[in-house]
């Protein structure tokens, strides 16, 4: 389809202290193809690490302004969101059974911020649409629910230029994501010192989990097809083989069913973060 691309990656990809190595290399070759594509409309699926959504965690929400914190080294600013474009979608999905959440406003974090910097140079250089999928604070959603979500907003914008995206890590774990959601909100300060804290824990008692690759590789041979039969086990016992940050994969579920094709792996790297990047 002409008028759809579709590009998931890990976020942090270009901070100074990432590795430079395939995966850094392959979103220069994204962002090539987005530029390339000229998108009139992007419509970002990320998730957020229990800094924006505090005293409500939606599963699935539409997001109708938003600005970014500049967190981990990220942009800051205001997105260029197409609110009444927003507000369609949503009418639209509740009128087809999706219990989706408004979000009149939200301060969205890296999971956004970076991927959106990184494929377009800035977060307004293209009117974003930011559909925020909850990763991080369990129960979350099942993959084909993801899935069954972004179809839906495919079929929404079928008559536009769309470029889909999914943004988050492959398998990786998380210590501070064991702990229970509480809705506490923390300054940035607060939060470094919480996880300097939870991981030294964890590192001490022995709970670090050694995570295989073959996690990554069934969920990037998943979206290389068409196919919906994966969807289900993909999701099984996640946490121990794929660890915490694995739910992370939900918005590349919910970009690849959107765009509608398979994707094509063009970098992958198994290490402590889920590194990848794959492209329709």
């Not at 691309?5 to 090539?32: K, N, W, Y």
């Not at 998108?39 to 959504?53: I, K, N, S, Y």
């Not at 080294?73 to 009418?91: F, K």
């Not at 629910?145 to 079929?155: I, K, Q, T």
Request: proline share 5%.
């Amino acid at each position: 389809m002409k008028n759809r691309l579709t590009v998931c990656a890990s976020h942090l990809i270009t901070l100074p202290s990432a590795p430079f190595g395939p995966v850094r290399e392959a979103i220069g070759a994204a962002r090539d193809a987005v530029t390339a594509f000229d998108p009139e409309l992007v419509v970002f699926f990320g998730t957020d690490h229990r800094r924006a959504f505090r005293s409500v965690v939606p599963t699935f929400a539409v997001v109708l302004e938003a600005t970014a914190q500049g967190d981990v080294a990220g942009p800051v600013g205001s997105y260029d969101v197409p609110s009444e474009l927003g507000r369609a979608l949503v009418a639209d999905l509740v009128a087809h059974e999706f219990d989706i959440a408004t979000a009149y406003s939200a301060a969205l974090d890296h999971a956004f911020g970076h991927t959106t910097r990184d494929l377009l140079g800035s977060i307004d250089a293209k009117p974003v649409l930011p559909i925020f999928v909850n990763c991080a604070s369990p129960p979350h959603a099942t993959f084909r629910r993801a899935a069954s979500l972004g179809r839906r907003v495919g079929e929404f914008f079928a008559d536009r230029r769309v470029l889909y995206v999914g943004s988050g890590g492959l398998a990786h774990d998380l210590p501070g994501f064991r702990e229970p959601e509480t809705g506490v909100a923390l300054t940035e300060e607060e939060r470094q010192a919480w996880i300097k804290d939870v991981n030294e824990r964890a590192r001490s008692e022995g709970t670090i989990r050694e995570l295989v690759r073959t996690w990554d590789e069934t969920f990037l041979a998943g979206v290389g097809g068409t196919s919906w039969e994966w969807l289900d086990s993909i999701g099984a016992d996640l946490v121990e083989r794929g660890g915490n940050g694995a739910a992370e994969c939900l918005t590349w579920t919910a970009a690849w069913a959107a765009g509608g094709q398979p994707l094509r792996t063009l970098a992958h790297e198994f290490d402590t973060s889920g590194r990848a990047v794959v492209i329709s």
